[in-house]
């Protein structure tokens, strides 16, 4: 991508010289997610362009120099199935990553296929070959776990983790999910395997509707077919009148704020992980919505090791039961990646997965 | 109050028979809080007028019918120094008191001097007798706590202990207190006492600032004569760029909320405490504010008997140290009782307080 | 139960004038927990034998006086298959029910079959009619919800909601629980369903263990055929040679307490919650086993009505995939108590039911 | 200190060549903790003798190489009073630092003056100068902040800072703290600006009660001079029969945690902090003492950058009104140092500081 709005090309890199501890993977599968949307009209700041996309990426260790361990020290050999923790470079010293335990807003962190330049090397996912520098974080796939599986999960799966741990769900709790996409789908799913009474998914369109049933959810409302009063009712006929223990933002949308507010009960819980963006402003009534309910609202940004971790216990655990590889709904080679962006982009799939070795004429 | 909008008016009841375990209180100094001024002007829904207002009120037990025990079960006898909490009959029993542990969200819930009409019965400070039935928990003021102190803290300090709950406040931290009310300066205080590293209050007037400095703040801000881009960039100053660790809202103004949200840091908290009556809409940016920030925003609303006891718990200890009894600036007799209203509503000072015994001539 | 040690008597008692808001259950199914055990063997204090033990209980409301309504205010009729609380009179004004907020400390409180004579009414699931007092909280079966499956849950699944709650689990959190028994066994359960990555069982004899299993263990150890060192070792093994994130002690045994610390991880949490009476004491080693560990141990006492609440929610998600039914293993009539108490101190079952309408030559 | 047991010896060693990054400290004051008396008598594991001791220390920044930022990226420079965190090279990537959050667990961590040989450079506190390797974090002293203050506080403070984190104290809480030395102490201190109703401390002999009294506790007791029965009687008289809501052990002995268990209030919480070295074990009844009790205990080890930065701002907020200046009670040259260990191991002296620099004869 060598530059926002411009097509992406396709470029001959040499495969670099490994350090000491360092590694090159052979891509089976990254993803098109929508922050490579946001890339490509720009919307991030101070991103060094050109780079290569792909933050999210499994595959094959192609080539190994000396010694590579998961986090408990097991030795990682060429061959292997594996993925990598994208969020490299976390310092470990700064405030947000020692007193403030918040080490998503470190300032040195960076992430593969979007903070690092493509002139610096093979740090993205739509590469045929991907460069782990020594010191990110990679784990081996666990067994039955294929790259579909693990990449329709993506960074939507990470980003669900750590929604669910902000959530801290209590057993029988109603949880009601704004959005559909592939952070919304796997909140579902793991608020379902975490002990939900009931999961309410809100979103569009109704294929995604559909797909959330199979991840999880118990009840799906179409936001094209409803109104904001409707969906409000509906929530609270399935709550007694009460309301939602929880709701967890996965829209990125200004008016989904202002609904998840009412959808909440008092003393509830609300999770805010869509804005990866700046969509807008939301009007909000301290007074109803936040002080007399006594609302904890919570923001969820980016994920942590411990949630590309616990990414990959839930998918060893619950890959027969939640499909997230239908979440990838169709694989596109290099040649088509302009396509699978405009795709990605219209939101006509899920999610869009880049194959970087497969033919482009398919 | 017989209604909204009209002068309230001295009328004589007769002192009720007692139940077993029930009790009469001759008032010693009740107050007129916000929300005493919301009730004159009917911004509160559902309240049955005519009404005694008075919700927080101390002073000695006047008449015991059969036995009055504190919550740790020891005798309460005539002529006891004693206050009580306003809140009564929440049930025990619902879903917020139980299941939600939302005790403040009690629908049952009733609040002396707000939800009891004076058809009911003396269930308001403005009395010289308060009727305290069986059940409204009472406990003896401390010794060295007067009568002067506990009012000056009132309702105000209540909600402070709460908010400090809300807050979870780490040895250290940064607070930011919006609102130089009775609400705001107990916060600060008690943001003081339990380890704050620096405190910071922005409200106005002057007069308020200087008793906020008394109360504890480290550091005062007027937002009369400061714009919001300077306040920002003080709070920065003061926390080498960062934020503060803990804002408090205790300003009940619809631009407090967009402001706090700003004063915050990464991953920093946001207690809303003053939003008591609607004063309209805020506007957000959850990407920028919440999202981004990875925020947590906690709404709290009223207080539980465990505050109301910690509360005393404070007094006790700080009585010395924070000046609360010049939060209550002046009382008035029940023949001011208009000026004390119109007293509260200008924000003259800090706090209006009534003696029903007190010549009305003074 | 006319004593401890004495065998237990058949007695009739005439049916009570309902107070307004009392009803009369027709019990349906109760239980012979291990409380019921100890009772017999006068193990616990304070006990105001005679006694009608039963202390869980379900069945068919019998008779109404007045309006009876469930905790969101619907209203329960004559007919309706209903649950109780059977923790009654928690006072809602002490010190542990507010500011400490342990209402299962609180002193007033009383529990059916338990604390409250037979002299003073039908307090005890092993009558055909319980007398319902005004204040029990009383819930409606959810549709699908048989007897044998909520009765089969029984106290243990209160409790097991309770540390659940406790134990705070995280997504793919290793879980061990030490013991088989009701409480054991949907604690597992409900550690699966709240998104443990493993749980393992350990405890005796086999049969409990291949319950276990259909309960939603993924592994169990048998105590009676292990060593700690073994059981140690093979924890080890099954975390990659960390350690437990989670203990859940249900197993009343000092030693379990021993082992337990040495299960879990560093920086785990461990919840107490078999010790319901006393069996002596353990040897622990605070360096080891806490300090240097950075434990968490969590002491975990009785039920709220919160978790009675949320064992119904759990009933009515899971009956069809986690057998409860099959935990009440053999149902005996009011002739044959003394036979149920024999089984249930002998532990040859899981749980003994009592349905007092039963024929007692069956 | 060349091995366990044989005298301490001064030895010269050439000042490094600094990398980039690293920084030579001019020791103004390092201390004789308890830990030291533990290496001297070979009581810690895998020691790798001969090491400098005096992991906490403080003094004058001597040189520089390239630059040096405190952990907000303030630059650093020569002349500098500063402190630096013993605790370096945890790695940040393991389970411990990511997915536990424990990075005090952390086994690639290591500490200046315990576990860097002397071999490897100047690791430690009792040398004249100090080598501060790139990563480890440095602060400048506060204004205000003496060398003695900072020193005083020591190790001992940062680890009250973790336990005060642990403890998690609400306003008005009653303290005890087990242990009146330098952890307990400045535990005290700390408990009492972080809100505690009132801060008891049990230890002796009578200097340190005196000395904790003037650092903040209410009352103290002599543990020479009284029975366990006699301490749990005048808790209970202090707390109104009810205990303590927070008990804090730094005593380090088996008999203390036996003990705290009983002070504690149920539903209350108990930190143990002082087991730093094996010291025998415990019998603690789990029925009476956890189960029932429905205690929280809570392991504390060790500290986190964070805590170290809490510490500077405590000082800097607190170092006119605790005398932490007080604790180090006697300055050792390197000749004395051997005096220092024998008056630290007989606990003459609250704490024996060591100035590498003072003439030997003094």
């Given at each position: 991508m060598p530059a926002p709005h411009v097509p992406v090309e396709i470029r001959e890199f040499a495969e670099p010289d490994l350090p000491p501890g360092g590694a090159l993977l052979r891509t089976a599968l990254s993803e098109v997610c929508g922050t490579d949307v946001h890339l490509w009209h720009g919307r991030l700041a101070g991103v060094p362009y050109p780079i290569i996309p792909g933050h999210v990426t499994t595959g094959t260790l192609d080539a190994v120099r000396g010694t590579l361990t998961d986090v408990q020290g097991q030795p990682l050999r060429e061959g292997d199935r594996v993925a990598f923790f994208d969020v490299h470079r976390t310092c470990g010293r700064c405030l947000a990553c020692?007193?403030?335990?918040?080490?998503?807003?470190?300032?040195?962190r960076r992430v593969y296929g979007i903070t690092d330049s493509a002139t610096e090397g093979l740090?993205?996912?739509?590469?045929?070959k991907v460069y782990l520098e020594p010191g990110v974080v990679v784990a081996r796939l666990p067994e039955g776990v294929s790259f579909e599986a693990y990449i329709g999960g993506g960074c939507g799966l990470l980003t669900a983790v750590h929604i669910i741990e902000r959530a801290r769900l209590v057993l029988g709790d109603t949880v009601v999910v704004q959005g559909a996409g592939a952070v919304g789908m796997s909140a579902a799913a793991l608020a379902r395997k975490s002990g939900a009474g009931q999961v309410i998914v809100i979103g569009a369109p109704e294929s995604r509707l559909d797909l959330s049933l199979r991840m999880g959810a118990d009840t799906v409302i179409n936001i094209e077919r409803s109104t904001p009063e409707a969906r409000l009712e509906q929530v609270l006929a399935l709550t007694g009148g009460i309301g939602a223990d929880v709701v967890i933002e996965?829209?990125?949308?200004?008016r989904a704020f202002e609904e998840g507010v009412r959808l909440a009960r008092n003393g509830g819980a609300y999770v805010i992980a869509g804005h990866y963006t700046n969509v807008g402003d939301s009007t909000i009534n301290a007074h109803e919505h936040i002080n007399r309910k006594h609302l904890d609202i919570r923001g969820c940004w980016g994920s942590e090791v411990g949630h590309f971790l616990r990414a990959l216990r839930a998918l060893e655990r619950y890959h027969d039961e939640i499909p997230?590889?239908?979440?990838?709904a169709r694989t596109f080679g290099l040649g088509q990646i302009n396509d699978a962006l405009a795709a990605a982009g219209a939101l006509t799939i899920p999610k869009a997965l880049v194959d970087p070795w497969r033919a482009n004429d398919l």
């Open positions: 020692t007193a403030h335990r918040t080490p998503t807003r470190c300032p040195s740090f993205g996912g739509w590469s045929q996965a829209a990125g949308s200004a997230w590889h239908l979440i990838g």
